[in-house]
């Protein structure tokens, strides 16, 4: 004689299944299908074909394990809910300060969500955690009143930034949002940029190509230029680099060291330097001397 009633309760065919009927009811597919297997005759619906049945619907096809695990626990709510939200609230946050993004308490209600609907605590599925945060990396303002990236993007694009400045490139603030968004995501790694940023300076100076692309600093190259400048128009090589226009154009040309020299000596500026005053006074003595004007 069977040991199942005849007539199963709600309760007792979800206990069955394994199922809440807030969650069974929750969705009208699966509620359709409860109520079939209640409103059947006994013995039609064993465990095996309403498992059978409830894999075959849309819901259940169109939604993966973690989706499927975590609707039912928040369907379920309570005490259990609350605490996984919470721990992945915690999970998202601490992961956001560490990457540098941004997120309003909005979105990290909404990035917690997710992180538990899609597996996100799983090792082999952290990197949709990265790829939803990367996009929320922003300037942030500074005590200094500035505005700055944070956490790992913020020393990616210090570096990044430095790398420019050495190599003679400038660019805008979101190509390096852009560049520290596609590194969080992990479509590209630092090593592509910086083969990116010795790529461009090598098409800018490439009478220097060689060098660069293999491994020199656009800037290393330009010492002996930056000194010429220096000595010649009396400034500190400090305050120099491959921003000014004067040895930028020398580099970018090949310009050699003396001719560089002699058109630095061409140019008006020259003429403010104590080189050029005494030599304009060395020429004035010569002339007057000519003419028996000094002894």
Same mark, same amino acid.
């Given at each position: ?21 807030? +969650? ?45 695990? #975590? ?28 990457? /540098?993004?941004? !997120? ?11 992180? %538990?609907?899609? /597996? ?25 009143? /500035?505005?700055? *990236? ?11 930034? #430095? ?22 995501? /992990? ?13 461009? #300076? ?9 060098? %660069? ?14 000194? %010429? ?10 305050? *120099? ?8 154009? #020398? ?28 030599? !304009?006074?060395?020429?004035? *003595?010569? +002339? ?8």
């Amino acid at each position: 004689m069977s040991s199942q009633p005849d007539e199963l309760s709600r309760e007792e065919l979800a206990q069955t299944y394994g199922y809440a009927l807030r +969650v069974i009811y929750s969705v009208p597919e699966l509620r359709e299908l409860f109520e079939r297997a209640v409103n059947a005759e006994e013995g039609q619906y064993t465990a095996e074909r309403f498992q059978a049945e409830l894999q075959n619907t849309t819901w259940y096809q169109e939604n993966d394990q973690y989706y499927r695990q #975590a609707w039912a626990a928040e369907q379920m709510g309570g005490a259990d809910w609350e605490a996984d939200f919470q721990e992945a609230k915690l999970a998202v946050q601490g992961a956001a300060q560490q990457m /540098g993004a941004d !997120v309003t308490p909005e979105e990290l209600d909404a990035l917690a969500r997710r992180y %538990i609907y899609e /597996g996100w605590n799983e090792a082999s599925r952290q990197g949709l955690l990265t790829q939803a945060l990367s996009e929320e990396i922003a300037f942030m303002p500074t005590e200094s009143g /500035g505005m700055a *990236l944070r956490g790992q993007a913020g020393s990616f694009v210090d570096n990044l930034k #430095a790398l420019s400045l050495a190599n003679g490139l400038r660019y805008n603030d979101d190509w390096y949002l852009s560049a520290a968004r596609s590194v969080a995501s /992990g479509l590209t790694d630092e090593a592509y940029w910086q083969r990116e940023l010795s790529r461009q #300076a090598a098409s800018m100076f490439p009478n220097y190509a060689e060098q %660069i692309n293999a491994g020199m600093n656009a800037m290393d190259i330009a010492t002996p230029y930056i000194n %010429i400048y220096a000595q010649t128009m009396e400034r500190s090589p400090y305050e *120099l680099d491959l921003n000014n226009a004067d040895i930028r154009r #020398a580099m970018m040309d090949g310009q050699g060291l003396f001719e560089f020299q002699q058109a630095l000596r061409e140019k008006p500026e020259w003429m403010n330097t104590k080189q050029a005053e005494d030599r !304009v006074s060395e020429i004035s *003595l010569q +002339v007057m001397k000519m003419f028996g004007l000094v002894g």
